[in-house]
Each structure stands twice: as C-alpha cells, then as structure tokens.
C-alpha cells in the first residue's frame, strides 16, 4: 500500500496570507490526525478527523482549521499567517473504524515545511 | 491532561552497543497506549513499538524494546546492537482512551561507529 503522501512538500508564504495543505491517507484509512512540528514545541496535536467530521482538537486558535472529504482525504488551512507558524506540519492516518477509542497506531507523512517571512 | 516528558535531549551510543532511551507519562487513565516513533534527517515519522498498557509483558521488535512500569509510568526504550541508521530523534508519544496523541521533545540519538 501506499503511505500517507502530504501536498506540497515545501511552501514559502509571507504573513498575512493564508495556505492550504493537503494530505491522503493511506487506503482504506478513515482517520486523518495533523499535527505542527517546531524545535521549539515538539509536536503538538492540532485536531483530528473521522468520517468527515472534526473528533478531537488541540490547543491551537481558530486560524487553524481543517476538512475531511469523503474519501478520507483531509485538508488544514491556516489563514492570517504569522512568523510563528513557520513549522514542519505532519498528517498521520489510522484505520479507526468506529468514532470511539481504538487500538489502531498512527502513520505519518513526509510533512509539508511551511515557511513564513 | 496528559503529559509525556523526555529528559535526555541528546544521546550517543558506539555502534554495535546498546543505549536507553528514557520516556515518563502522566495520566489518571487506566487504559492507553504508548509508542516509540523515529525520525530520520528525511523527517519521515515511523513506527518504532507499541505497548498496550493493559499488557504486562514489554513489547520486543527486534533490536528494540521497551521497559514499561505502569506503576511507575514510565516507558524506555533500549535499543540493542546499535547501527548507523538507527541515528535519528526518536519520540516517546501516549495515546489516550479519547484517541489523541501526546509526543514528547523527542531525544536525538548520534550513533558513533
């Protein structure tokens, strides 16, 4: 199968502007997680989605949003861009086949690098 | 909420030796999961092992194993045999009941050949 493939790999965006990241799951995966990535934060957990529908979010504000489509692809926006976005962004997916707790492990994609000036 | 805390930012290991990576957890749940994860310079997050907290015995894949003290909350990871490819940030992350993950820092292991 196929891993988790994340559009594009690199993005340069200057502050104020809004970006839109793209992520497939690997076949048959229902659950999209996103997570943002800097040296300084370690992985932090931004929401997750499952059938469509948003099951968990973290700590992040409401620049930060993200959509599922019918076929689990998944998509995270960020509008009003600041310097601190800047940050590796990973999307995980798992098999998850109920909306309650599971045994299932996450699988990652190569990560999109955004880059704000 | 839960925390995940790794206290060695860094480690070195000589190759063909063995290195343990340490990894603590704060919860008030009963059931959950933890797992190890590498990342290469390529970024590319995998799978390391997996532990179901309800399990006794300590996961073993290959060179890789861990040591889970549930009373304890704690959660190593020994690697055995060391090899130059096993040079990578390796992250201690839990997974609570809700389905979301906690990661640590993440502790950077330079294997030395």
């Known amino acids: 199968k196929a891993g988790v493939t994340q559009t594009p790999r690199y993005l340069i965006k200057t502050r104020g502007q809004q970006v839109t990241l793209s992520c497939s799951p690997i076949?048959?995966?229902?659950?999209v997680s996103w997570y943002q990535q800097t040296p300084g934060q370690g992985l932090q957990f931004l929401f997750e989605?499952?059938?469509?529908?948003?099951?968990n979010k973290g700590n992040f504000p409401g620049r930060f949003s993200g959509r599922q489509f019918s076929n689990s692809r998944s998509e995270m926006n960020v509008s009003t861009l600041e310097l601190g976005d800047s940050a590796l962004y990973l999307c995980?997916?798992?098999?998850?086949?109920?909306?309650?707790?599971?045994?299932?492990?996450?699988?990652f994609g190569p990560g999109t690098r955004l880059t704000v000036l | 909420a839960q925390t995940v805390t790794q206290s060695q930012p860094e480690m070195s290991v000589q190759e063909a030796e063995t290195v343990t990576l340490s990894c603590t957890y704060d919860?008030?749940?009963?059931?959950?999961?933890l797992f190890w994860y590498k990342q290469p310079p390529s970024r590319q997050m995998i799978l390391v092992i997996r532990?179901?907290?309800?399990?006794?015995q300590n996961a073993t894949e290959n060179r890789f194993s861990v040591n889970f003290q549930k009373a304890a909350k704690s959660f190593s990871l020994k690697i055995s045999d060391s090899q130059l490819g096993d040079a990578a940030m390796y992250f201690c992350?839990?997974?609570?009941?809700?389905?979301?993950?906690?990661f640590g820092t993440g502790t950077s292991l330079t294997v030395i050949p």
């Open positions: 995980a997916s798992s098999p998850r086949s109920t909306s309650g707790p599971t045994t299932d492990t996450q699988y």
């Open positions: 076949s048959g995966h229902r659950s």
């Open positions: 992350a839990y997974r609570s009941t809700g389905n979301q993950f906690y």
């Open positions: 532990q179901e907290a309800y399990k006794q």
């Open positions: 989605y499952f059938s469509e529908t948003q099951r």
């Open positions: 919860t008030s749940e009963s059931d959950y999961y």
